[in-house]
């Protein structure tokens, strides 16, 4: 990646006047928001992204509560969770996807429409065990198999986006992307279940492997990406070089820091928010609409409102602006924390803190496309979504403690400050008043190459420390808990050993989610340590 053209908006120019030089300008953002909503290549990317929320909305709603209806035990339920698991750890395989190409419809289409293929085969099987409450575990391993197929498709749906979008069609595309994502989210989740008490479940899940077929049609007639892009030449380079790449742009850590922070204060205010209007005093009916209607009304507002905003604004304008915006939509929450029962109030509070949280996911998500390499956009991209999905992970028991220690409103004010990182990491690669960032390659400085041990023992380093870091706070979290549970001292020695010698299966995932932290770290730490030694000048990225 050398210049920042393909990061600029298009460019049309004047016919030059007699003795004049040729002039480029930028086409109006009017003109350029009107051309991507006729564009196929925009349509053909939201339109797919319905093929990405149908399965998404089966697995984490419509199944738990089918299993549950049927009368399986909550235990069961609860593990049958663990399928969503392809989700968070597609970058596993995405460099296959990038590496090698089916025979047919080209590196991106061609792995989609195997995706959709394979959806429609494992969702018609779902439909074949019915109502068999004695095979649950059937259910499980085809929701396992249809997230697995899901997750591979979204690898190849985003790389997709990525390669054949314009940048003046990044904004409209991705609203409409999310918009289409949501509803089909819908259709397999909430109105599948209700389709289901009236029809049955094996009549219900026939018709979403049904739904797959028209999204086949789709990706054969998706135009190819206007650039030939030319895959990794090895298996070796597809895993190693989109990060090496990616770390040798100028302040790439700090790109990488902004991706986790940037909407961390929103994370951080959503993610209790059921039990916080709950402790308010507002019933479930209102609890529901805030969140289930007028939330996502809002939501879905908002982000397309932030993607369109990227074109007429610029990116770095909008990012700036929602990111401000974003942060400081917590203090709704804080003035229904103080007042009584205020139903308009929290409506009002809710919705500006949903369509903010969305005009910042918006923006945001134009940022994550700018940011990936076409050649290596499957593996990039999956990168960065996880690393974009790591706040609201770590959200949910942060916030559990932070309430019970400092309550409602002093939490809602301490979100406030969880913004600021991701404002100054902003500041230092889009400047406040720069309509368009630029991401350029860091010069390798002239430094010796790594050979393979210091690399290996750089590594190693990084990775041990992460790892204990990471025990660390595993560790304090189950003291702290055990603590408030059984009104005993802090003893942080006992959590140690209890999570270096697990007793069942809960604490030996904990363990392997530490080590795995440890590992990914370590090979972290050897790719930063590549990048800034000039591999990445060798990895032909």
Request: proline letters at 6%.
């Amino acid at each position: 990646m050398r210049g920042t053209s393909s990061q600029r908006a298009a460019a049309v120019s004047d016919a030059p006047a007699a003795g004049r030089p040729m002039v480029m300008r930028r086409p109006g953002a009017l003109r350029s928001i009107a051309a991507a909503m006729r564009s196929w290549r925009t349509a053909s990317v939201a339109l797919l992204s319905f093929s990405s929320g149908l399965p998404l909305g089966l697995v984490i709603i419509a199944i738990p509560d089918w299993m549950r209806a049927i009368g399986l035990d909550i235990r069961v339920v609860g593990l049958m969770t663990l399928a969503q698991a392809p989700w968070t750890f597609k970058i596993v395989w995405s460099p296959l996807m990038d590496r090698y190409a089916p025979p047919w419809l080209g590196r991106r289409r061609g792995w989609a429409a195997l995706a959709q293929v394979a959806l429609c085969a494992f969702t018609l099987m779902l439909a074949g065990v019915g109502n068999h409450p004695d095979a649950p575990w059937v259910v499980g391993a085809l929701a396992l198999a249809i997230a697995f197929a899901s997750a591979s498709q979204d690898i190849a749906i985003d790389a997709y986006a990525v390669d054949v979008l314009r940048p003046e069609e990044q904004g409209t595309a991705v609203g409409a992307r999310i918009a289409v994502y949501r509803a089909a989210m819908l259709v397999s989740g909430g109105l599948a279940i209700t389709l289901a008490a009236r029809w049955s479940w094996p009549a219900v899940n026939l018709v979403l492997a049904l739904l797959y077929l028209p999204m086949l049609v789709i990706t054969w007639r998706a135009p190819e990406p206007e650039e030939k892009i030319v895959a990794p030449a090895t298996l070796s380079a597809a895993v190693w070089h989109p990060l090496l790449g990616f770390l040798a742009r100028h302040r790439a850590l700090e790109i990488l820091a902004f991706v986790v922070f940037y909407k961390f204060a929103d994370q951080m205010a959503q993610a209790l928010t059921r039990p916080f209007l709950n402790d308010m005093g507002y019933s479930a009916f209102d609890r529901g609409f805030a969140l289930a209607t007028l939330g996502l009304a809002a939501t879905l507002l908002g982000t397309v409102a932030g993607g369109v905003a990227t074109t007429a604004i610029g990116l770095g304008h909008s990012l700036w602006l929602f990111g401000f915006l974003q942060t400081f939509a917590s203090l709704g929450y804080f003035i229904v924390a103080g007042s009584p029962v205020n139903v308009p109030l929290m409506y009002g509070a809710t919705a500006f803190e949903m369509l903010t949280s969305g005009m910042g996911t918006g923006a945001f998500s134009v940022l994550l496309l700018r940011l990936t390499e076409k050649r290596f956009s499957a593996t990039q991209y999956a990168l960065f979504s996880s690393l974009f999905g790591l706040p609201r992970l770590l959200a949910g028991p942060l916030t559990g403690f932070l309430v019970d220690a400092v309550g409602w409103r002093i939490f809602f004010l301490i979100t406030l400050l969880c913004g600021v990182p991701g404002l100054v990491l902003l500041s230092r690669f889009v400047p406040l008043g720069v309509r368009e960032p630029e991401f350029t390659l860091e010069p390798p400085h002239h430094r010796s190459p790594l050979t393979g041990a210091q690399l290996a023992w750089r590594g190693a380093v990084g990775g041990t420390l992460a790892l204990l870091a990471a025990a660390l706070l595993v560790a304090t979290l189950a003291a702290l808990k055990a603590m408030r549970a059984d009104r005993a001292p802090f003893d942080l020695a006992a959590a140690l050993a209890a999570l270096a010698w697990p007793a069942d299966p809960g604490a030996s995932i904990r363990l392997a989610a530490v080590v795995l932290v440890g590992v990914a770290i370590g090979l972290f730490t050897a790719a930063v340590s590549a990048a800034r030694h000039g591999a990445a000048s060798d990895a032909d990225v």
